[in-house]
């Protein structure tokens, strides 16, 4: 059984930073895919950004392609989120999951339990 606790969330005014993190415990995660959700108040939760916890290709909903970066510490075990120019509409809880990839189908397993980032206009 795979655990993911995410931290990091917080308030912050537009314009400003944040880095999320995701420790990531259970066993091994290769060949897993490795990303980040997010939901706001009343909306659906959403594709953010994904990647592999092996190889280094990246994958960025268009709304934060260019000011969110993800990557991890493989020694660590932790995956992270760089969230630069945030925005208003970036308010939400932030999950960090782990999937199965089958050919380019990926289907989420694990998820943490979320933390709140508030952006500020």
């Known amino acids: 059984q795979v655990q993911l606790v995410e931290s990091g969330g917080g308030l912050v005014q537009a314009g400003g930073s944040l880095r999320l993190s995701c420790a990531v415990s259970g066993s091994t995660y290769s060949s897993k895919a490795v990303g980040w959700f997010r939901q706001a108040p009343g909306k659906e939760r959403e594709f953010v950004s994904r990647?592999?916890?092996?190889?280094?290709?990246?994958y960025y909903a268009e709304s934060v392609k260019g000011r969110f970066t993800i990557s991890r510490d493989n020694l660590k075990n932790t995956l992270y989120l760089q969230m630069d120019s945030l925005k208003p509409e970036d308010t939400a809880v932030y999950y960090c999951a782990v999937g199965e990839v089958s050919r380019s189908t990926t289907t989420w397993r694990y998820w943490g339990q979320g933390t709140q980032v508030i952006v500020n206009s």
């Open positions: 990647m592999y916890w092996t190889g280094d290709s990246t």
